[in-house]
């Protein structure tokens, strides 16, 4: 997915997640933006749970659950040029 920002701009992500197989770990997530010029830039949605602090991911024990998490704001940093970004939404396990 694409999308255009510019600094101080503000954005909410809504995600929604599950798994096939019950996670073994704690998961958190990141959203990331990044194009050609710039790369890889971090932005302040980094390390949450993802669906939330009342259900880290090692409860996800249903395959057939969906588990759709509070809407998430962050406001474009001052790092950010305006422009084009690919919008990256990742897992990482902060423990390791």
């Known amino acids: ?7 101080g701009q503000s954005i909410t ?18 959203l990331h933006l990044a ?10 949605i980094n390390g949450q749970q993802p669906a939330g602090e009342n259900r880290p991911t090692l409860t996800w024990t249903r395959p ?11 406001v474009i940093g001052t790092e950010v040029k305006a422009g084009t ?3 990256w939404l990742g897992l990482f396990e902060p423990e390791g």
């Not at 997915?1 to 600094?7: F, K, L, R």
């Not at 809504?14 to 990141?30: D, E, L, N, V």
């Not at 969906?66 to 962050?74: H, R």
Request: net charge negative; proline share 6%.
């Open 1 to 7: 997915m694409q999308a255009e920002v510019c600094t």
């Open 35 to 44: 194009n050609a010029q710039d790369g890889e830039l971090s932005t302040p």
């Open 85 to 87: 970004y690919e919008v």
């Open 64 to 74: 057939d659950e969906l588990l759709v998490s509070s809407p998430v704001s962050a």
């Open 13 to 30: 992500v809504h995600t929604a997640w599950g798994a096939i197989k019950a996670p073994q770990r704690y998961y958190s997530y990141f």
